[in-house]
């Protein structure tokens, strides 16, 4: 059978900061709409997971650099 994750880490943040933070970078083209239509799918597909009995964590992307690898490394602990 197929090989399951022990955790599935999703970097979550809102469309409106994804813009903000994508605004200047070379070959950034996206929308706020597609964003928003990429976060929902997300979303959803996350809910699916979780009902199949994967370990999904969400960390919010928000925080600097330090801060999200912090988040990360908690959830990961979280494992143990």
Do not use: F
């Not at 197929?2 to 970078?25: F, Q």
């Not at 996350?46 to 959830?75: C, F, N, P, S």
């Amino acid at each position: 059978g197929c090989r399951v994750p022990d955790l599935t880490i999703y970097l979550d943040i809102s469309p409106r900061e994804a813009m903000a933070r994508l605004a200047g970078k070379p070959g950034a083209n996206h929308t706020p709409e597609r964003l928003a239509e990429v976060s929902m799918a997300y979303g959803i597909a996350i809910e699916r997971a979780r009902t199949a009995g994967q370990r999904i964590a969400v960390v919010d992307a928000r925080g600097t650099r330090e801060e999200v690898h912090a988040w990360v490394l908690k959830a990961v602990r979280g494992l143990q």
